[in-house]
């Protein structure tokens, strides 16, 4: 997956204090993180290919399974949180 994800315009990544945890807002939802998934998350900013960012975590944890985190973004993708452009 050489695509270069980031956050759908409609989407904010931001931490609810009220549920002490990362949360993505889109309108009329929320969906409530773990601290992997904002860590993958902050992350997509465009920029980094999905190659780029495992490494980037990797960096960060030990380890990082690249499959578990095509499998995140495609979920979100597929929930229309996070655009996955071509190339």
């Known amino acids: 997956m050489s695509t ?3 956050l759908a315009r409609h989407v904010r990544l931001t931490y609810s204090v009220a ?3 990362p949360v993505l807002l889109l309108p009329e939802t929320v969906v409530v993180l773990n601290e992997t998934g904002a860590a993958i998350l902050k992350l997509c900013d465009g920029q980094r290919t999905v190659p780029e960012i495992v490494a980037e975590l990797r960096a960060r944890y030990r380890e990082v399974p690249t499959d578990e985190v095509q499998r995140f973004l495609a979920g979100l ?3 229309r949180c996070v655009e996955l ?3």
């Open 4 to 6: 270069r994800p980031r």
């Open 77 to 79: 993708a597929a929930r």
């Open 85 to 87: 452009p071509d190339g």
């Open 19 to 21: 549920r002490k945890r």
